[in-house]
Structures are given as C-alpha cells and as structure tokens.
C-alpha cells in the first residue's frame, strides 16, 4: 500500500534507489524523508487525488 502511495509522489528510479542503497527495512524511516524533502521542493503539496497524473483529465 505505501508503495502505490509513494509512486504517486515520487518518481520510481528514486523509489528503487532507495531498494538497491538502503534495502527493505529502514527504507520506510528513509521515504519519510525524502517525502520531507519534496514538501520543500514542490510545496505547497497537492492532495493525492489530484496529484495522481491524469485523473482530472
């Protein structure tokens, strides 16, 4: 589930960099993270139902 989740705000090569550096355990501790990170980036953030590409469209 929060690998769906995730793929909507991150792109996936980060999603499997994260697989290939940090494993599957701590990678949760490591999304939050980066989630942390593109809220910077991209804030304000949008809301997941319309940050899913071409839902509104």
Do not use: F, Q, W
Not at 24 to 52: F, H, Q, V
């Amino acid at each position: 589930m929060k690998r769906i989740l995730l793929s909507i705000t991150l792109p996936p090569s980060v999603l499997s960099r994260v697989d290939n550096e940090r494993g599957l355990i701590p990678r949760t501790r490591y999304i939050e993270s980066l989630i942390t990170y593109a809220m910077k980036e991209n804030a304000p953030m949008p809301k997941a139902s319309t940050a899913i590409p071409g839902a509104s469209s």
